[in-house]
């Protein structure tokens, strides 16, 4: 009796607050699937970030917090991360923005980082459609990742209309390119990042990730002389060529593949690193020689492999395997994200999973993302704790099927009302 009486004081509160959480989201259920359906709407591929900042700075100051749009960092471009533009027309870096909510001098800072590009539509069907069918929303970017916009703003909504006391300030950058490199978020860590606490969102399943891999993007060109075929003084052409250096490649694959069973954070990550190739153009009649072929590619790495290292890895491996080039001239051309590996027991990463159990969610076992992301800017070049969590399914990402359950969502907002909520709040 006396043991059931301490349990109910103790866990009372919890319970209550964890109930009162579930009810809000409910109430709020449809208003929060319209909010990431009209994210969607707005078609944000690269360059086109900008396009949703006006609605974005309604929503954000209509749920309390201030916000402002930042304009690209001087410096950014001479920065040693910065990565070049490899899109058509090379845009320029664009206007971020940094909203927040002040919660006293003597708290610590945590920082939600979420991109506000998309990749584009790709076969989607209904890219812009922000349609909400009662279980999903759909469309281009609703799973990576508008959909952890609104959860962030939301579990901060909920929080002051439950009257639930954050435990922390909050700051939320909302930043441009992040699938061409993370120039957004490089330019708002270079205005400044006084922070303790860094959660990166990305859609993760809602799984707490400590760290990712790296990736690097090139491109590979065989070039030759045209001619008939019957005239062909090599057998193989240029096209062949090429496929002989995906040949390699695997090779390099395979072998940072075996490395990975023993490499901390990715132990046990099904495929932690791939190579992907993503395009191979050459042209010529049914009977010639093409001149020349270039297949664009992009291969992962795990840490302490820096992009130095893998770049060199890669070129000896495909320029050089015998002495000889091959004819094949190699080209860094994409993404140059590095990778990091934090610490799975940091109080940020414990803290975030003990939010998620307690909001009912498995936030999986500690280990890093087999996929890059802003998170390593934040991991480098600020002092903060560095994590990686999010709603929307990483299968579902880029993808001609793009959607996020709307129940995950709300149970994101859950989860990070408990991991922002003052104990005992
Ligand atoms: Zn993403």
Redesign the pocket.
């Known amino acids: 009796m006396t043991r059931h009486t301490a349990r109910t004081v103790r866990e009372a509160p919890a319970e209550a607050r964890q109930e009162a959480v579930r009810r809000w989201c409910g109430t709020h259920r449809t208003r929060i699937a319209e909010m990431v359906g009209a994210l969607v709407q707005v078609p944000t591929t690269a360059p086109d970030e900008p396009a949703a900042h006006a609605l974005l700075t309604g929503y954000l100051l209509g749920a309390g917090l201030w916000a402002e749009i930042q304009k690209p960092h001087p410096g950014l471009t001479e920065h040693p991360d910065y990565t070049a533009p490899f899109l058509p027309g090379a845009p320029a870096p664009r206007d971020n923005m940094r909203a927040g909510l002040r919660a006293g001098d003597t708290l610590p800072t945590v920082l939600f980082s979420v991109?506000t590009d998309v990749v584009p539509p790709d076969g989607h069907p209904e890219p812009w459609s922000g349609r909400f069918d009662g279980t999903r929303i759909h469309g281009r970017g609703s799973a990576?990742?508008k959909n952890n916009i609104v959860m962030v703003v939301e579990a901060l909504r909920c929080l002051r209309e439950l009257g639930l006391a954050p435990r922390a300030n909050v700051l939320v950058d909302l930043v441009s390119d992040?699938?061409a490199g993370g120039t957004g978020a490089l330019s708002t860590i270079l205005h400044g990042c006084p922070v303790d606490e860094v959660v990166v969102l990305?859609?993760t399943g809602l799984r707490v990730h400590h760290g990712h891999r790296g990736c690097v993007g090139f491109e590979i060109t065989a070039s030759g002389t045209t001619g008939h075929m019957g005239s062909a003084a090599d057998r193989q052409g240029p096209v062949e060529r090429c496929l002989r250096a995906v040949d390699r490649l695997r090779a390099v694959e395979e072998r940072w593949l075996d490395e990975a069973s023993t490499t901390p954070g990715f132990i046990g990550v099904a495929r932690p690193l791939q190579l992907n190739i993503s395009g191979i153009t050459a042209d010529s009649w049914h009977g010639s020689i093409p001149s020349s072929c270039t297949l664009r590619a992009s291969l992962g790495y795990l840490p302490p492999r820096d992009r130095d290292r893998a770049r060199a890895e890669i070129t000896a491996a495909v320029l050089d395997p015998a002495g000889r080039s091959d004819g094949l001239a190699l080209h860094w051309r994409g993404i140059g994200n590095d990778g990091y590996v934090g610490d799975a027991e940091g109080a940020t990463a414990r803290r975030l999973r003990d939010a998620a159990r307690t909001a009912g969610v498995d936030p999986g076992s500690p280990q890093a993302w087999h996929v890059s992301?802003d998170a390593r800017l934040y991991a480098r070049h600020t002092s903060a704790e560095t994590v990686v969590f999010g709603g929307g399914e990483l299968a579902l990402?880029h993808s001609d099927h793009e959607s996020v359950d709307i129940d995950q969502v709300l149970a994101g907002v859950h989860v990070l009302v408990e991991f922002l909520a003052a104990d005992g709040g």
């Open positions: 991109h990576d990742t992040e699938e990305e859609p992301c990402a």
